[in-house]
């Protein structure tokens, strides 16, 4: 069943990453799909930076964030850099916020401050540890008298605050694709809500946050669906409603077995890539890219693999995501990224492979965009490359000078059926043609070494041969007329000639 426009409510949805480090692809699937839900609603989709463990910020982690984010096209609403109407967007600058919401819950007795020592504490876990029972607080200062309590406030210790979770009893919240899930108290702990220095804790933020946010669905990894029993507790002390939850399947790593590695790894000779960086600098579009992780979990058609963003918006919801874990199908992202790659326009594929043969040839941006020979080689490569980080090795050989060209297999230069000397001699024939040719174009070439072969009674492909592995030192290269177009008369016979060397020599010591 389709619900039609009118009846969808604009949804608030939030992005929450901690910038610990690079993002992963899990990471950028539920921002994709807090997008997806977001656009398909007419809602926000808001940008939150959760900072408050400050021992593991990683300064380059937010650039990371938001350039990955861009990449895919999830442009936000709210954001730490756009502002909004709920800021500011990142927790450490929130913290007097947390101050003012913790003091209710101290007074009404669903939290309570904490003065354990970390030697206690540690104290604590060793007996447990010894007596065979599971880690956790003792809850020694939820018990403490007034006077108590008062006595250790009036010393000025440092304290943290605890949420104090019902005894007894169950917590129940619903997430959306998971249904009710029930949890025993005596399972919960005390958590922490506000840490000595006074930052909140991920659960207190999270909570308040979400809350003051006016977020309506919270979307997030598996992996959170343990804390939040907490969440629900601490709404429910708030006497808030909660947001929607939906906890998005795992990413399963390519063996099915575990989760998806937090780092690329390498797999019977085979690389996976798992950080956003990794795939964007590996050539990957980011239309593929949108095309594939929107089916990580959720579906926009069985029958259909390629469909547009606009599409997908659409068609987007949150109910028919399917809870159990995903693999990723990384041969499936080859081959759409293949598909979307052929799909590009010379000058938009010249354009994305730019960057890629900067980095790769060594050459200038400005010295590469004004080269004219890329204009005829880019789109040989279009039907070859699945990934842009391919290209470079399809046409490196035009970009160097003709005595860098190594012929270090000299096997290579014969023509098949060919020795070494009747190479050479299809070399030297093919060369005398080339020095007058005229127009020195793709198609002149193909006709005039065409009655060539003919002449010297070999075959066009033996013919061939030799030309191709002169030119480029490669046994594979884009079409060879259109190649020797590109590179131009005067560098074609220099790599003719030197290969004539090479051939010559294998000759003479073969004879
Ligand atoms: N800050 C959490 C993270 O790093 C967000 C969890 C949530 O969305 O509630 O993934």
Redesign the pocket.
């Known amino acids: 069943m389709t619900t039609s426009a009118s009846t969808i409510q604009p949804a608030r949805v939030?992005?929450?990453?901690?910038p610990?480090g690079y993002l992963h692809l899990g990471?950028l699937r539920?921002a994709l799909f807090d997008w997806l839900y977001a656009r398909h609603t007419g809602g926000q989709f808001i940008l939150r930076i959760?900072d408050t463990d400050q021992k593991r910020y990683n300064p380059e982690s937010l650039n990371d964030l938001m350039t990955s984010l861009r990449w895919l096209g999830l442009d936000w609403d709210e954001g730490p850099d756009v502002g909004g109407p709920y800021g500011p967007y990142t927790q450490s600058e929130r913290k007097d916020l947390y101050a003012q919401y913790i003091e209710p819950l101290i007074e009404s007795g669903h939290a309570y401050r904490c003065y354990c020592t970390a030697e206690r504490l540690d104290g604590v876990r060793e007996e447990q540890r010894k007596n065979g029972q599971p880690p956790g607080y003792d809850r020694h200062c939820r018990y403490l008298s007034p006077e108590e309590r008062a006595n250790l406030a009036a010393q000025g210790l440092p304290s943290v605050v605890r949420l104090a979770v019902p005894e007894d009893g169950s917590t129940t919240f619903v997430d959306l694709i998971r249904g009710n899930i029930t949890t025993d108290n005596r399972q919960l702990q005390d958590a922490v809500l506000i840490k000595s220095d006074g930052m909140p804790t991920?659960h207190f933020a999270?909570v308040v946050d979400?809350q003051l946010m006016k977020i309506t669905h919270?979307?997030?990894?598996q992996?959170?669906l343990a804390?939040a029993p907490l969440?629900q507790i601490l709404y429910d002390a708030f006497g808030w409603t909660p947001p929607i939850f939906v906890h998005l399947p795992i990413i399963l790593d390519p063996s099915g077995k575990g989760k998806m590695s937090k780092r690329k790894t390498v797999v019977a000779g085979k690389e996976y890539l798992a950080l956003v960086h990794e795939f964007i600098e590996a050539g990957y579009l980011p239309s593929a890219m949108f095309n594939f992780l929107t089916n990580v979990g959720w579906s926009y058609d069985a029958s259909q693999e390629v469909f547009a963003v606009e599409d997908a918006i659409e068609r987007f919801d949150l109910s028919s995501i399917n809870p159990s874990p995903a693999a990723l199908p990384y041969d499936k992202l080859d081959w759409l990224n293949g598909l979307y790659i052929r799909e590009l326009t010379p000058a938009a594929l010249k354009e994305a492979v730019l960057p890629f043969l900067v980095r790769d040839l060594g050459r200038t941006e400005a010295e590469l965009r004004a080269d004219a020979r890329l204009d005829i080689l880019v789109p040989l490569i279009q039907e070859r490359i699945k990934r842009l980080d391919e290209a470079a090795g399809w046409i490196d050989w035009a970009f160097v000078e003709a005595d860098e060209i190594q012929y270090d297999e000299p096997s290579l230069l014969l023509g098949k059926k060919l020795d070494a000397a009747q190479s050479a001699a299809v070399l030297a024939r093919g060369g005398e043609l080339l020095k007058t040719l005229d127009p020195f174009t793709a198609d002149a070439m193909q006709e005039a070494f065409r009655s060539a072969a003919d002449e010297m009674d070999v075959k066009a492909g033996s013919f061939f041969g030799p030309f191709r592995a002169a030119i480029s030192g490669k046994q594979v290269s884009p079409p060879l007329f259109e190649s020797m177009e590109a590179l131009g008369r005067v560098e074609v016979l220099r790599r003719i000639e030197n290969a004539m060397q090479v051939l010559n020599r294998e000759a003479v010591a073969g004879s």
């Not at 919270?218 to 990894?221: A, P, T």
């Open positions: 939030r992005f929450a990453p901690s610990t990471g539920t959760e991920y999270v979400d919270v979307l997030r990894g992996e959170w804390s969440h």
